[in-house]
């Protein structure tokens, strides 16, 4: 192991190299290792022409993380999981100034994995009938990507994806301490991730392992138990210069609750005024039962049913988990997304999808941004925006119940809230139920054939995915079907046989009285 400065990361790292990065959001970026190789990219215009790969997006969606790659001629392809963090890659992408792919986030992840010991290949079943199953789009971005790394094969009369996995030359990541011997600790990092996976396959493959450490202490000073990554598998350390490049989070510079479950939480928490958010993600709650106790919720609109079990004294009865690995605790959001406070345990992100791949969800919530009359689900393209797919197609293909949540249309949505009843003051300009989907992130069809329970939650109608098709199965009362429904989708839903009214208790101020 040999220490060095972040500025002579680039002379290490060839022009056309395979480069494995680590990270979520803010979590674990070697942030002073990238800040260097764009540095010298714009300053010598080396290294350059490098592809990279990487489960989860990470990025502040300006300048940090990936958006460090986001030049001219810097990047030759890319394989992500999400890029809604670093748009100006997608907008290489879209330009078809890159090549790029879009793969499942956990599936990245165990591709890492699978790397790391020499496999050729990653076998999953997610991704069917999705934009990633190759009789669809393939994975692929734009049109100058041409290889084919989606294969479907038929193993034992099932249909299955096989990813190609990529060979690394070099790995980049980040730990918190570094002995002599280049062992790696993560006692400040609030999460795992994947560094042992990717560090294992670019050593494995011949390729170097660069690590970003706030500190190096003495060689045996490090518990044992602590080394997340062995020094056998480390080339170099850089002990980073400025603290700024090597915070807890893209939110915060260090938060002991991130990495303890003794930790008291002040949540300078607002009143969370009874909206459509609320409402929505009240009538989200209700789907809930006692024997339901594992969840995962989805960033943005479901979020807020944590802050309603809690309203409610019902957080207890449910254990909350983070695709990147956090169980347990109180999920984060915004920068911090990905952590949790006083989590019960963080483990790998390859394991934690692997729970989630097989099944160990009772129930996940996830956003709804596009929705057609198949039930087809789109979060992961809009127009010449590529916002990815992340851990989405794992977690609602396999779940037990998925709950798609969202304001039934957007863009100027206003509402009214009197005794009980909803009124639309101002529609959206923009509607969520569409005649087709951009790009399919969710099949509907993959779900019947494998009959999941999957239900629509907006805040005037509740709709669910059967055998016949997408069924309006609840309004809230005000709400006029024809005026207020119909005319706002582009496609007409069949119609239950009894449409109820969505529960009077979530359009009143007071708490709703939720039990388990």
């Excluded at 570094?178 to 560090?199: K, M, Q, R, T, V």
Aim: proline letters at 3%; glycine letters at 12%; aromatic letters at 8%.
């Amino acid at each position: 192991m040999k220490v060095l400065n972040a500025k002579e990361i680039p002379k290490i790292i060839e022009n056309g190299s395979y480069v494995g990065v680590d990270g979520f959001v803010g979590i674990g970026v070697p942030e002073e290792i990238l800040l260097n190789l764009e540095e010298s990219f714009l300053k010598e215009g080396k290294p350059n022409s490098l592809n990279i790969i990487f489960a989860a997006g990470f990025g502040d969606g300006k300048t940090r993380g990936l958006n460090r790659f986001a030049h001219e001629g810097m990047i030759k392809t890319v394989i992500g999981g999400h890029w809604g963090l670093a748009p100006n890659l997608g907008n290489l992408a879209m330009q078809n100034k890159i090549e790029g792919y879009n793969l499942p986030q956990g599936v990245i992840a165990q591709m890492f994995r699978d790397m790391a010991a020499g496999k050729i290949g990653t076998l999953s079943k997610v991704g069917i009938g999705t934009f990633v199953d190759p009789e669809l789009e393939g994975a692929k971005i734009n049109s100058v990507t041409k290889e084919d790394i989606v294969l479907k094969l038929k193993i034992l009369g099932e249909e299955i994806l096989f990813f190609k996995n990529p060979k690394l030359d070099i790995a980049l990541l980040r730990g918190t301490t570094a002995d002599e011997d280049g062992n790696i600790s993560y006692e400040n990092e609030a999460l795992f991730l994947e560094g042992l996976h990717i560090a294992t396959a670019a050593k494995n493959a011949g390729g170097k392992v660069i690590v970003q450490v706030e500190k190096i202490v003495k060689r045996g000073s490090i518990n044992p138990k602590l080394v997340k990554i062995p020094g056998i598998l480390v080339d170099y350390v850089v002990v980073v210069e400025d603290m700024k490049n090597h915070m807890q989070t893209y939110g915060e510079d260090f938060n002991y609750g991130f990495v303890n479950n003794n930790a008291i939480f002040n949540s300078n928490k607002k009143v969370f005024n009874l909206d459509e958010r609320k409402i929505i993600a009240r009538r989200c709650a209700l789907n809930l039962k006692q024997d339901m106790k594992v969840l995962n919720y989805g960033i943005g609109m479901p979020e807020s049913i944590a802050l309603i079990l809690e309203e409610e004294k019902q957080d207890k009865n449910f254990i909350p988990t983070v695709e990147p690995g956090a169980i347990g605790g109180i999920p984060m959001g915004g920068l911090d997304f990905g952590a949790s406070f006083n989590p019960i345990c963080i483990i790998g992100q390859p394991a934690q999808f692997d729970f989630y791949d097989g099944g160990g969800l009772d129930m996940a919530f996830l956003g709804l941004a596009q929705c057609d009359e198949i039930g087809n689900i789109n979060v992961s393209k809009f127009g010449p925006k590529i916002a990815g797919c992340g851990g989405f197609i794992n977690i609602t293909q396999n779940a037990k119940e998925v709950i798609f949540c969202g304001t039934f249309t957007t863009g100027g949505l206003e509402i009214e809230i009197k005794e009980g009843k909803l009124k639309i003051l101002k529609e959206g300009k923009i509607k969520k139920f569409i005649k087709n989907v951009e790009q399919i992130t969710f099949s509907g069809d993959f779900a019947r054939k494998n009959n999941r329970k999957v239900t629509y939650i907006t805040e005037r109608a509740v709709f669910e995915l059967r055998k016949e098709g997408l069924t309006l199965t609840e309004i809230a009362d005000g709400i006029d079907i024809e005026k207020d429904i119909l005319e706002n989708m582009e496609f007409k839903p069949i119609l239950a046989d009894k449409i109820k009214k969505m529960d009077t208790n979530i359009f009143l101020e007071k708490p709703m009285g939720l039990k388990f």
